[in-house]
């Protein structure tokens, strides 16, 4: 069987579906998937080095411009798959050829566009939703990182369920594991958070982050508190105008961080350091950040919607979306530093569930099955 992987749509910065891509190729390679993986052309050696069982193929340099990757993706991948002769293409963001001439599986992350569109910049929110649309009708084979995504995209478009393979992530846990308080104290050095207590929080900041709930939350929380803990903000900027108003009225004798993103060696001892790692999520395909904090071995805040109570479990700590309630949640959990030991530990031993072989293993099925193999 040998497979098609397009990676072009992989962002510079690595985020999102970057370390999907990232984390699930060299599985597949390990799970005996004979895999090619085309590229963009700043990405190949990074591949290569990546994965050295794997053939890697750069797209034209056009393609790193999103509109002619998207004119690539229906005229040169098609041509690509024919060429290195492929039995099935795997497209891992949502969109896909008109005509591909093997069977496809696309990997549909999130159906946020349809239930929450105000959170997404609208184009990106209508662009999405006819993305999903189109790989309902068109895809051999669907995967989804969750069975909320997998059930909402039924919901809302009327996919068949059974074109469906349920992929949850993994976690690399030779990366985020518990990391050493020596760890710890650069990372904090690093970030210039002047207190040894922080609550935590790691997302790109869009609005279905709810980060400004988070911040007032926060505030509420720990305002009266003779030492408070700082709000370390990590991840990439992302286009929600209310936390800079939000963070303007946090009190002058509290600390709040904005880290931007964060490469990905400082994330264990970012997550570990944390004596609280909070996201309020409106909702979530997976939840990556809350499964790696988990395994980190921190007591995670979150909420219940969609996917995350599937990361969570029982082994984590979970409020609304609204601010009293993030507030009332995160006190309790701050005044409760043995209910927050319990919690990190059998958050450790959750996270342990997840790894990136068993993904790889839900992927080969997908292939599988859209090639009609029993």
């Known amino acids: 069987m040998r497979v098609l992987l397009d990676a072009t749509a992989v962002p510079e910065d690595r985020g999102g579906v970057g370390r999907y891509v990232d984390e699930l190729a060299p599985e597949l390679v390990a799970a005996g998937v004979d895999l090619v993986v085309v590229v963009q052309q700043r990405d190949e050696a990074h591949y290569r080095?990546?994965?050295?069982?794997?053939?890697?193929?750069?797209?034209?340099?056009?393609?790193?411009?999103?509109?002619?990757?998207m004119l690539w993706e229906q005229t040169g991948l098609p041509a690509l798959v024919r060429k290195?002769?492929?039995d099935v293409l795997h497209s891992p963001h949502y969109t896909l050829p008109f005509f591909a001439g093997v069977p496809v599986v696309v990997t549909l992350h999130d159906a946020t566009f349809f239930t929450e569109p105000e959170v997404h910049l609208r184009s990106k929110a209508v662009f999405f939703r006819a993305a999903i649309r189109l790989a309902a009708r068109r895809a051999r084979c669907l995967v989804a990182p969750s069975e909320a995504t997998r059930d909402e995209v039924v919901r809302l478009v009327g996919a068949d369920p059974a074109r469906f393979v349920v992929a949850h992530h993994g976690v690399d846990h030779d990366m985020f594991h518990?990391?050493?308080?020596?760890?710890?104290?650069?990372?904090?050095?690093?970030?210039?958070?002047p207190s040894d207590e922080y609550v935590g929080f790691l997302g790109t900041l869009e609005p279905r982050k709810n980060v400004?709930?988070?911040?007032?939350?926060?505030?509420?929380?720990?305002?009266?508190?003779?030492?408070?803990?700082?709000?370390?903000?990590?991840?990439?900027?992302?286009?929600?105008?209310?936390?800079?108003?939000?963070?303007?009225?946090?009190?002058?004798?509290?600390?709040?961080?904005?880290?931007?993103?964060?490469?990905?060696?400082?994330?264990p001892?970012?997550?570990?350091?944390?004596?609280?790692?909070?996201?309020?999520?409106?909702?979530?395909?997976?939840?990556?950040?809350?499964?790696?904090?988990?395994?980190?071995r921190t007591a995670v805040l979150t909420t219940r919607e969609l996917s995350l109570p599937e990361v969570g479990g029982d082994a984590v700590a979970y409020c609304g979306?609204?601010?009293?309630?993030?507030?009332?949640?995160?006190?309790?959990?701050?005044?409760?530093p043995v209910r927050r030991e319990g919690l990190a530990e059998a958050a450790r031993l959750r996270a342990e569930t997840f790894t990136w072989a068993r993904a790889a293993a839900s992927h080969r099925q997908a292939y599988e099955q859209a090639l009609g193999v029993s």
């Open 49 to 69: 080095a990546l994965l050295p069982g794997a053939e890697v193929i750069t797209a034209p340099r056009s393609a790193s411009r999103r509109p002619l990757r």
């Open 84 to 86: 290195v002769g492929a």
């Open 178 to 193: 518990p990391t050493s308080v020596q760890e710890q104290a650069r990372v904090r050095a690093t970030l210039d958070i």
């Open 212 to 267: 400004p709930a988070l911040i007032r939350a926060w505030v509420a929380a720990c305002a009266d508190r003779e030492d408070p803990p700082a709000l370390v903000l990590a991840g990439g900027r992302g286009w929600d105008s209310e936390i800079d108003l939000t963070m303007a009225d946090v009190p002058s004798h509290l600390t709040v961080r904005r880290t931007g993103y964060l490469p990905l060696e400082d994330l």
């Open 269 to 296: 001892g970012f997550l570990g350091g944390a004596v609280v790692l909070a996201y309020p999520s409106l909702g979530e395909g997976f939840g990556l950040p809350v499964l790696e904090a988990m395994a980190c």
């Open 321 to 336: 979306t609204d601010e009293i309630s993030i507030a009332r949640e995160l006190e309790r959990l701050l005044d409760d």
